[in-house]
Nanobody, 118 residues
Framework: QVQLVESGGGLVQPGGSLRLSCAAS????????MSWYRQAPGKRREWVAG????????NYADSVKGRFIVSRDNAKNTVYLQMNSLKPEDTAVYYC???????????WGQGTQVTVSS
């Protein structure tokens, strides 16, 4: 079955950086585009960034464009999210899933908490 395991979150000051990882299994990772999503308290889950199956193309939500970088290692079945210049409004639980923007799988991982605060 599909498993998605996110890690790398934590508490960081505004302006800081974090690198999230998502280890995937249970599907042919290298053939699926992957995306990162986040859910802040009291808000709906939103799409953040996506990467094509080959890794040759990426796209981002306007709110993170220029600050976040999504990448992947198909040999390791892992997708990453490098987050720079973090802002308090980036505070959320971050998740990954297959798909361009709409999540491909109904099952989600546990997510990883990112808290941006001084």
């Amino acid at each position: 079955q599909v498993q998605l395991v996110e890690s790398g979150g934590g508490l960081v000051q505004p302006g800081g950086s974090l690198r999230l990882s998502c280890a995937a299994s249970g599907f042919t990772f290298a053939t699926f585009p992957m995306s990162w999503y986040r859910q802040a308290p009291g808000k709906r889950r939103e799409w953040v960034a996506g990467i094509t199956a080959s890794g040759s193309s990426t796209n981002y939500a306007d709110s993170v464009k220029g600050r976040f970088i999504v990448s992947r290692d198909n040999a390791k079945n892992t997708v990453y999210l490098q987050m720079n210049s973090l802002k308090p409004e980036d505070t959320a639980v971050y998740y990954c899933n297959a798909g361009q923007r709409v999540a491909r799988f109904s099952s989600w991982g546990q997510g990883t908490q990112v808290t941006v605060s001084s």
